[in-house]
């Protein structure tokens, strides 16, 4: 990739740094948002966690891109998302969109049930993809979750008994306060799942030694959580993604019975053949 950053003529050092860095990072981990590059630049300590200079970084990732050193399909947009309808050739053309989206309940054979909830939608397409394979829902609450969004949840675990909410949030007064809030509006309505913060800890900071930020002023919470942790604040997109990844899938799979699940996958495998070969007779005697 580093005959891609010569194109960049007259590009300063520090910005051809910043190209070749994002290069790798988005090889390796492509489709990314343009903040979650920007943190992981921050945690590589190649540039300030400043507001300055997250739009300096969009504007170089903007210039890559025009000069095609970065392709474009590497930085997604989680909120300018086209709401296009879906649509079909013909009917055969349905049936292989069926087949392919078949997918036989997990829930059924585990003996626990879980979700992955999450603060950031910015990163909901990294967890999507780590959870697909699992049939793990992943609840974005995009910061507080609304009381509709609450209200819903307890729908679906009930009691909670039995129930896990995997839950990953930023490491700020407003994370942290998120966290304790779901944990009590959740038994308003007489849930109670086991509720476990697996990421962004004062662990995490420290293990990955993770540059942090003052918490903001103008935050009510600031104070309670100066006085428990000290003044320093670090979001959730600043973990290197391999160990972010490795997370989801370590924290799911240590709560799932793996061979059920691999037994429903044989079913469903089974399954999705016997659909297709349907589908082929249903063809051949059209």
Known sequence: MREGVKMGRGKSPETLRIIETCQKILKAHNPMTLRQVFYQLVSRQIIENTEARYKAVSKILISARQEKIVPWEWIE???????????????????????????????????????????????????????????????????????????NAADRFGSG???????????????????????????????????????????????YNLPPAPAKKTDTRAAHFIAKYGNRTVELDALPLDVLKGRVIEEVESRLDLGALEHIREIEDTERKKLLDSMKSMREEG
């Open 161 to 207: 008994e039995g129930g896990t909410i995997l839950y990953f949030g930023d490491f700020d007064p407003s994370g942290e306060n998120m966290f304790e809030s779901l944990i009590e509006r959740l038994a308003f309505f007489d849930c109670q799942p086991k509720l476990i913060k697996c990421a962004l800890t004062l662990d995490d900071i420290e293990r």
């Open 77 to 151: 947009d989680r909120l300018r998302i086209p709401r296009a309808v879906n649509m079909w050739r013909d009917l055969p053309d349905f049936a292989e969109t069926a087949v392919r989206s078949y997918r036989r309940d997990v829930w059924p054979g585990q003996s626990a049930y879980i979700e992955v909830w999450l603060e950031k939608d910015a990163l909901s397409g990294i967890f999507e993809r780590q959870l697909d394979g699992y049939g793990v829902t992943l609840n974005v609450g995009r910061g507080y979750d609304g009381w509709t969004s609450i209200h």
